[in-house]
């Protein structure tokens, strides 16, 4: 006992173990790269995943995976049954206030929400690219509408993506949690995150400093609310994004820092 309690600690001490306990809450979105995500997921320490969709798109991995009802189009018997069967929580339509994704009027999601409640699964509201606060807004709306036909939400999915790089972008995202959960009363699932800025008309990155700084400031503060019960950066695979977190099975400087974290 004592020899292999002294071989964990020279282990430990020369980082061939990880000297953390890797955060429940850590997950990852993959969508690209379905053969080396598993191993990327493993290498990342991520409790969890999904993939836009109801089904694990050919990733095997121990995470649990979550299944998502995408829009309107995914609300059929064959992508339902495969979400019951695929999980213990669902996640609701992805981006309905945006044109390329899901592009759907709260009167309509809401009139399809009794068929993902049917699944019985822990369900997650829609999840608004933006204005997940405003008064008024898509989620607000979507809310309200539920809360008169007596319709279930258990969580918030939201997504963010901050435009300000320096070290101040931990608090805006810090400010925009509590205030979704403030008016919703409810546990929030960050879903989507990262720092881009798309304010020229096209995507503009932070430097790898500035990136692995947020991510462990972020992923920090994140750990540290309790009505944070999930967060997933953006996204797993290089392929998908310059922010992703491995290529292959190798991780990125970005994926060092999430995996550490």
């Given at each position: 006992?004592?020899?292999?309690?002294?071989?964990?600690?020279?282990?430990?001490?020369?980082g061939?173990?990880?000297?953390?306990?890797?955060?429940?809450?850590?997950?990852v979105n993959a969508a690209d790269?379905?053969?080396?995500?598993?191993?990327?997921?493993?290498?990342?320490d991520a409790?969890?995943?999904?993939?836009?969709a109801s089904d694990r798109r050919g990733i095997q991995s121990n995470a649990e995976f979550v299944p998502m009802i995408w829009g309107a189009g995914s609300v059929t018997d064959a992508e339902l049954n495969a979400a019951r069967a695929n999980g213990r929580q669902l996640l609701g339509f992805n981006e309905p206030d945006m044109?390329?994704?899901?592009?759907?009027?709260?009167?309509?999601?809401l009139d399809l929400w009794p068929r993902l409640q049917s699944t019985g699964l822990r369900l997650g509201a829609p999840a608004v690219a933006y204005g997940g606060d405003v008064p008024g807004g898509w989620l607000d709306r979507f809310m309200a509408g539920?809360?008169?036909?007596?319709?279930?939400?258990?969580?918030?999915?939201?997504?963010?993506?901050?435009?300000d790089f320096s070290s101040a972008a931990t608090g805006h995202l810090e400010g925009y949690l509590r205030n979704v959960h403030a008016r919703y009363g409810k546990p929030i699932w960050?879903?989507?995150?990262?720092?881009?800025?798309?304010?020229?008309?096209?995507?503009?990155y932070p430097t790898e400093q500035q990136q692995n700084a947020f991510i462990t400031a972020s992923t920090r503060?994140?750990?540290?609310?309790?009505?944070?019960?999930?967060?997933?950066?953006?996204?797993?695979?290089?392929?998908?994004s310059p922010t992703g977190l491995s290529t292959g099975t190798t991780l990125t400087s970005a994926g060092r820092t999430y995996q550490a974290a």
């Open positions: 006992m004592r020899k292999t309690t002294l071989l964990l600690i020279a282990l430990l001490l020369m061939a173990l990880p000297s953390h306990a890797a955060s429940a809450k850590k997950g790269d379905p053969g080396p995500a598993g191993a990327a997921m493993s290498a990342l409790r969890w995943y999904y993939t836009w044109p390329g994704q899901a592009n759907m009027s709260v009167e309509r999601a539920a809360r008169a036909r007596n319709l279930r939400v258990d969580f918030i999915p939201i997504h963010w993506y901050g435009q960050l879903t989507e995150y990262a720092l881009t800025d798309w304010r020229s008309g096209r995507a503009v503060m994140l750990d540290g609310l309790s009505f944070v019960e999930r967060y997933a950066w953006f996204t797993l695979s290089t392929r998908t």
